[in-house]
């Protein structure tokens, strides 16, 4: 337990809950393409896929409870991984017809999935609060809030908000895992309750100790 509770763990957590999305969102494509070719049901891709999905919003929940919880000050972020959590899980509620959403929500539209990626990169580059004087760490968010915008493409193919889902949640596996680099090469040092300080090592072009 004491290995989650750690910014690198929470991290991780979240670093889960992307991969989760990916995989339903993937396994619930072919099973529609194979529901629309033979009408049939099947329950245990049904019953899989959700426990997938429900798996992903608890592991994102508990990574943005771990980076509240841990986290010193950094209040625009913590702000923004909420408000990104409760986007995330509207959209999910209002597009499986949990609640009856017909008259405003409209899962292909253009304004609803331009906003969703415009508000996914926004928010993805308040993760520079981590550091705010790393070049590396803001090159990470940039890149990450890019793939995010680019997402906003999809509405060429008419598709369902899902798409940019889809692309947020590879643009967070990328961007978790290259905060996990950085971290573990002690390029960025996070401040966190209770962490003992760390000593920076680093001799790489990315190297901003001197700025």
Same mark, same amino acid.
């Given at each position: 337990? *004491?290995?989650?509770?750690?910014?690198? $763990?929470?991290?991780?957590?979240?670093?889960?809950? *992307?991969?989760?999305?990916? @995989?339903?969102?993937?396994?619930?494509?072919?099973?529609?393409?194979?529901?629309?070719?033979? +009408? +049939?049901?099947?329950?245990?891709?049904?019953? %899989?896929?959700?426990?997938?999905?429900?798996?992903?919003?608890? @592991?994102?929940?508990?990574?943005?409870? $771990?980076?509240?919880?841990?986290?010193?000050? &950094?209040? @625009?972020?913590?702000? $923004?991984?909420?408000?990104?959590?409760?986007?995330?899980?509207?959209?999910?509620?209002?597009?499986? *017809?949990?609640?009856?959403?017909?008259?405003?929500?409209?899962? %292909?539209?253009?304004?609803?999935?331009?906003?969703?990626?415009?508000?996914? %990169?926004?928010?993805?580059?308040?993760?520079?609060?981590?550091?705010?004087?790393?070049?590396?760490?803001?090159?990470?968010?940039?890149?990450?809030?890019?793939?995010?915008?680019?997402?906003?493409?999809?509405?060429?193919?008419?598709? &369902?908000?899902? %798409?940019?889902?889809?692309? *947020?949640?590879?643009?967070?596996?990328?961007?978790?895992?290259?905060?996990?680099? @950085?971290? +573990?090469?002690?390029?960025?040092?996070?401040?966190?309750?209770?962490?003992?300080? &760390?000593?920076?090592?680093?001799?790489?072009?990315?190297?901003?100790? +001197?700025?």
């Amino acid at each position: 337990m *004491n290995k989650i509770n750690t910014f690198k $763990g929470y991290t991780i957590l979240g670093l889960l809950a *992307n991969i989760s999305f990916v @995989l339903f969102i993937i396994i619930t494509m072919i099973y529609y393409s194979y529901y629309v070719k033979s +009408n +049939n049901i099947i329950k245990p891709v049904e019953t %899989a896929a959700y426990t997938i999905e429900v798996s992903g919003f608890i @592991l994102m929940l508990a990574s943005v409870m $771990g980076y509240i919880a841990r986290l010193r000050d &950094r209040l @625009l972020l913590k702000i $923004g991984i909420c408000i990104y959590f409760v986007m995330e899980f509207a959209i999910m509620i209002c597009d499986f *017809n949990i609640i009856d959403a017909e008259d405003f929500y409209k899962p %292909a539209s253009k304004v609803l999935i331009i906003g969703h990626c415009i508000v996914s %990169a926004v928010i993805v580059m308040l993760y520079m609060e981590l550091e705010t004087k790393k070049t590396c760490l803001q090159v990470c968010c940039a890149v990450s809030a890019v793939i995010m915008l680019l997402g906003s493409f999809s509405i060429v193919y008419k598709v &369902r908000v899902y %798409a940019s889902v889809l692309v *947020n949640a590879f643009s967070y596996i990328l961007f978790y895992l290259l905060i996990l680099m @950085l971290y +573990n090469r002690q390029k960025i040092e996070v401040d966190c309750h209770g962490d003992v300080a &760390r000593v920076y090592e680093d001799s790489s072009i990315f190297d901003d100790s +001197n700025k």
